[in-house]
Structures are given as C-alpha cells and as structure tokens.
C-alpha cells in the first residue's frame, strides 16, 4: 500500500525567510502527488501537484515543489515566506488509478515568526 | 464554480444515535471520498464509491458505512456514534485525478 511521509510535524520560520517542507512517499511506480494547504477553520486549497513532466512544478501564492523520483521525494519550498503562509501544510498521493482516492501524510504546522 | 457541499457545517449527537451526513457534487464526478480529519493523524479514507450503488473500504471504515443512490450524492452514515468519532469530516469528488474537496462537518459525539 503506498504511504507518505512527511517528518516534521512543525517548522517555525522567520518571515522573509526561505521554506523547505519534506514529503517522502511509498509506491511502486510514479504516482500522482499533490501538496495541499488548511488555515485554521478553513478547507484544504491545493497548492500545486505533480502528474508527468518537468519535474519543479510552480503552484499559487510563489510555492515550488520538486518532484525526485530517485528520493521519493516532492518537496515544497518558497523563497520568501509571509505571516499569511502561517498554516498545516499536507502531502498527497494518488496512486494513479484515480477511483482509489489520495493518501495523505500527516502534516506539517508552518509557524511564522515576526 | 464547481462545489461540493456538506450539509452542516457544525453538528452535536448523543452518544448511540445514527448520524448522517451528506454530501452533494455538482461536478458530474464518478468517484466520491469521505476522509475523517484528526490532529497529527492528517487525513484518512473512510470509504470511497467509483460509481452509483458502489461503495469500497477505505482505511477506517469500522464504525461507518455509505450510501450512493444517486451520482451527485455520497452519504457517510454512524450507526451507533461513540465519542471517539468526535472528528472533522471531509468529503471529496474527483475525475482525471481532480480532486475537489468540502469545507467539513464538524461532528462532536457527548
């Protein structure tokens, strides 16, 4: 069964400073992978995702992710974080055959400092 | 713009009742997903339903079961709630790996 990872449950970064979130995932072939934000009280926005292609995939709000099939891994960075990038941050991925759902990781909480 | 929409944003049960909660996609999506959402447990699959009348386990399915008599509509049903389903969930449609979530149904269990 695929499974994803990702290690740090929080990061607190300094405003202005540069963001790295780790996602490592468990699955035989390339799958599908999706990186999802949550605000407090608010729904899930998905922030980028990775199907084929090239492998740095540009998402909303100046997010970046990597996709490194030899790490199974797809990172997220941004190079400037804001106050608003303050929220739980989530790792996704679909196993490809699209009716099984996403399995996700278990989060990480971005604290932002002044 | 495309919506799925949970009924209620906010629900409170007794302990042993049957709850029901619904969920409706104005998507025309074949696949439909309830995850429940815990802290530091992320989000995980209850069930999900690929077609009309067809419902699959997902990872926690103990305690609940689904229904899909129409295609627009997917409802997670507790049979007897227990507090531990106290919890945020979260409905889901998709096509082509689209994925289109609600914004939640808070249920508390007392």
């Known amino acids: 069964a695929q499974s994803v990872t990702q290690p740090d449950i929080h990061i607190t970064v300094s405003e202005g400073a540069s963001l790295e979130l780790r996602c490592n995932y468990s699955?035989?072939?390339?799958?599908?992978l999706f990186w999802y934000v949550q605000s407090p009280g608010q729904g899930l926005q998905l922030l980028l995702k990775?199907?084929?292609?090239?492998?740095l995939v540009q998402g909303i709000k100046g997010f970046e992710a990597e996709f490194k099939r030899s790490q199974s891994s797809f990172n997220l960075r941004k190079p400037s974080v804001h106050w608003s990038d303050a929220a739980e941050y989530f790792c996704?991925?679909?196993?490809?055959?699209?009716?099984?759902?996403?399995?996700f990781g278990k989060g990480t909480h971005l604290i932002i400092q002044p | 713009d495309v919506k799925v929409t949970q009924s209620s944003r906010y629900l409170v049960k007794r302990t042993g009742e049957k709850v029901f909660l619904e969920c409706v996609q104005d998507?025309?999506?074949?696949?439909m997903f309830w995850y429940r959402q815990d802290p530091g447990l992320g989000l995980r699959l209850i069930y999900f339903?690929?077609?009309?009348?067809?419902?699959e386990k997902g990872d926690i399915p103990e305690g609940y079961s689904v229904s899909r008599e129409k295609k627009e509509r997917f409802s997670l049903i507790l049979e007897s709630a227990s507090t531990n389903q106290t919890s945020m969930y979260l409905c889901?449609?998709?096509?082509?790996?689209?994925?289109?979530f609600g914004s939640g149904t808070r249920l508390t269990v007392v």
């Open positions: 339903s690929y077609d009309v009348k067809m419902k």
């Open positions: 996704a991925v679909d196993s490809g055959g699209g009716a099984d759902g996403l399995t």
């Open positions: 889901a449609s998709s096509r082509n790996h689209g994925y289109t």
């Open positions: 990775y199907f084929s292609g090239d492998t």
């Open positions: 699955y035989g072939a390339t799958p599908y």
């Open positions: 998507m025309d999506h074949e696949n």
